[in-house]
C-alpha cells in the first residue's frame, strides 16, 4: 500500500508508483552503475537499496564483465536491440540473485536523453517469469507424460489386437470343420449354435482388424504428400461400388483441393464418413455430397447425408472407440471407424466435428492445414522453372 501524501506533485506521484510497481525497475546511469530502484527488485533479487545503489548493473545483469561500457554491459547481456534502436521490449532475460541464482525475467528497457542530445541513462523494467516459467514446465512434463503413455496405450492396443489374431484365427477354423464334419448330423438348434459362435467370431475379427488399423494410424502412416483429393474420392466411389449400388446412393461432389496427406488415410477417411452416410440412411434413397471451402489457412472439407441424423447429445461422444447408437441388427459395425478418422484427421493437424438433427440428415466436417501445401507448391513450381531453365542451357 501507498501512504498518499496530502498534496500530490507530480515527483511525489513518479515516487509513489515507482515503489507501488509489482515489477522491477532499474536505473542505470551513463557509468553503468545503478542509480534507482524500486522495492520489487530488491524482494526479488534478495538486496537492501544501499547494496544495489551505485553498485555497476553487471552485480545483477550476468555478463563476463568484458566489457565496462554501458553499450558493451548490454550488448553482452543480449540487448542488442536496446542499443541498436534505444529500446526493447519482453526481451527474456535473467537478473542474478545475491544467493547467486538466476531469475528469468521478461525485460522491457529504454533510453534515456536529453533532448536527442547525449545518453543519460537507461530505464530497465522486467516482470518476473519463474510463475510462469514453471507452468510451461508442468505444461511440457504434463505433455510429455500423456504422449508417452498415449504412445504407450497404442502400443498395448497394437499387441493385443495383433496377438489375438492367432487364436481367433484357431477358433474360426475349428468351428468351420466342425460345421464341415457335422453337417447332416445335428439339429436344428446345435446347428443355430454353431451359426452364433461362427458370427461371433467373425465380430471379434471385424473388432481387431479395427482396433489394429487404429493403433497404426500414427505409427505407421505414411509421410504427407501433396495429394489430390478429388483423385481420392473417385477412389472411394471405385471401392465402395458394390454398396453403392445396392443401396441406390447417389454420391456427388464439388470441386476438391490438392492437400498434403497420408494417400491411404485420407482414403480410409473419406470411406468411413461416406459408408456411414450410406449405411445410417432414412426411408429416402441415401444422397451423400461432398465439398470443400477455403478458410484462411486450412480446407474444410464437408460430407452431407439425407440420412437418419444424429441427436445433438451424442455429437461428440460418437468419435469415441466402440460408442455406436444402434443396433448391431439394425445398422451393423464396429464403432471404430469415426475413431480411426478422428484418429486420421488429428494426424495431419486438423479437426472434425459433426453439425446434424435427428432425422434431418448430417453433416460431417474435417478440416486439413493449407499452410504447407502451399510452400511444397510453391517449392516444386520452383523447381520446375530452374528444370526449365537448364534445359534451355543445354
Ligand atoms: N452419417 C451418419 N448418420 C447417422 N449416424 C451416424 C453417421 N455416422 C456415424 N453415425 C453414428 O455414429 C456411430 C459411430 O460410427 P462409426 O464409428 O463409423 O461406427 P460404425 O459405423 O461401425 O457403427 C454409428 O454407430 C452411428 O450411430
Ligand atoms: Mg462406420
Redesign the pocket.
Known amino acids: 500500500m501507498v501512504k498518499r501524501k496530502k498534496t500530490l506533485t507530480p515527483a511525489a506521484a513518479a515516487e509513489d508508483i515507482i515503489s507501488a510497481m509489482v515489477d522491477t525497475l532499474v536505473l542505470v546511469g551513463r557509468d553503468g552503475r545503478i542509480l534507482r530502484t524500486n522495492q520489487a527488485t530488491l524482494d526479488l533479487l534478495g538486496y537492501k537499496e544501499n547494496e544495489l545503489v551505485g553498485e555497476p548493473i553487471t552485480k545483477i545483469l550476468p555478463t563476463t564483465g568484458a566489457g565496462s561500457s554501458l553499450y558493451s554491459i548490454f550488448q553482452e547481456a543480449g540487448l542488442r536491440e536496446l542499443i541498436k534502436k534505444g529500446h526493447v521490449r519482453d526481451v527474456e532475460i535473467t537478473y542474478k540473485t545475491k544467493d547467486g541464482r538466476e531469475v528469468p525475467l521478461s525485460f522491457s528497457g529504454s533510453e534515456i536523453r536529453e533532448g536527442k542530445g547525449e545518453l543519460q541513462g537507461i530505464v530497465c523494467v522486467a516482470k518476473d517469469l519463474r510463475d510462469i516459467k514453471r507452468a510451461e514446465e508442468e505444461l511440457r512434463v504434463k505433455a510429455a507424460e500423456l504422449a508417452r503413455s498415449n504412445a504407450e496405450l497404442e502400443h498395448f492396443a497394437y499387441v493385443a489386437s495383433h496377438d489375438l489374431q492367432q487364436p481367433l484365427c484357431t477358433v474360426e477354423s475349428y468351428l468351420l470343420h466342425l460345421k464341415q464334419q457335422c453337417k447332416g448330423k445335428l439339429d436344428a438348434e446345435a446347428n443355430e449354435s454353431i451359426a452364433y459362435a461362427v458370427d461371433g467370431s467373425s465380430k471379434m475379427r471385424a473388432l481387431l482388424s479395427g482396433l489394429l488399423e487404429y493403433s497404426r494410424v500414427n505409427t505407421q502412416g505414411n509421410p504427407l504428400e501433396p495429394t489430390n483429393s478429388a483423385v481420392v474420392f473417385n477412389q472411394v466411389i471405385a471401392n465402395l461400388k458394390a454398396l453403392i449400388k445396392t443401396s441406390g446412393a447417389v454420391v456427388t461432389r464439388d470441386p476438391l483441393p490438392m492437400v498434403m496427406a497420408d494417400n491411404v488415410q485420407l482414403i480410409r477417411l473419406f470411406q468411413?464418413l461416406i459408408a456411414?452416410?450410406i449405411?445410417?440412411r432414412g426411408e429416402e434413397p441415401p444422397r451423400v455430397h461432398v465439398s470443400a471451402r477455403q478458410g484462411k489457412e486450412e480446407w474444410i472439407f464437408s460430407i452431407r447425408?439425407n440420412?437418419?441424423?444424429?441427436p445433438l447429445e451424442y455429437a461428440e461422444s460418437?468419435f469415441e472407440m466402440f460408442?455406436?447408437?444402434?443396433s448391431e441388427t439394425k445398422?451393423p459395425?464396429?464403432?471404430?471407424?469415426?475413431?480411426v478418422c478422428k484418429k486420421i484427421v488429428e494426424r495431419h493437424g486438423g479437426r472434425i466435428w459433426v453439425k446434424?438433427r435427428s432425422g434431418k440428415g448430417?453433416t460431417?466436417y474435417f478440416t486439413l492445414p493449407k499452410k504447407e501445401i502451399e510452400s511444397v507448391t510453391k517449392k516444386q513450381t520452383r523447381i520446375k522453372a530452374l528444370v526449365e531453365s537448364l534445359k534451355k542451357l543445354e
Not at 307 to 310: D, F, N
Open positions: 468411413n456411414n452416410a449405411k445410417f447425408d440420412g437418419i441424423g444424429i460418437i460408442r455406436r447408437l444402434h445398422y459395425g464396429t464403432g471404430i471407424g469415426l475413431a446434424s448430417s460431417f
